[in-house]
């Protein structure tokens, strides 16, 4: 069982930048793939980021590629999304997630409750 809390969010302007986190907590944090997803207004969940129990691996949506890096701290217990050059269609609630590598983009284990993350233009 893991339980995840989002932290972080907020108002930005176009082109800043902003790092939101993800405390986890559970014995067997290092043990999972972890993920970031997002729900703009109106739309559906996407797949942000994802990365590897050790932090090996990582992957990262096309719309977001180059601007996006995930990256994760075991001895932390800690997931981050550290987000340049941001847009206004960044603008959504961002949710942490853990599960297995194959299908953390689609299907994870676990959800956060999510971080608002405001862009405005």
């Known amino acids: 069982q893991v339980q995840l809390v989002e932290s972080g969010g907020g108002l930005v302007q176009a082109g800043g930048s902003l790092r939101i986190s993800c405390a986890a907590s559970g014995r067997t944090f290092s043990s999972y793939a972890m993920g970031w997803f997002r729900q703009a207004p109106g739309k559906e969940r996407e797949f942000v980021a994802a990365i590897s129990w050790g932090g090996g691996s990582t992957y990262t949506a096309d719309s977001v590629k180059g601007r996006f890096t995930i990256s994760r701290d075991n001895a932390k217990n800690m997931v981050y999304l550290q987000m340049n050059s941001l847009k206004a269609e960044d603008t959504a609630v961002y949710y942490c997630?853990?599960?297995?590598?194959?299908?953390?983009?689609?299907?994870?284990?676990?959800w956060g409750q999510g971080t608002q993350v405001t862009v405005s233009s």
């Open positions: 997630a853990a599960g297995r590598w194959v299908p953390i983009r689609t299907n994870p284990d676990y």
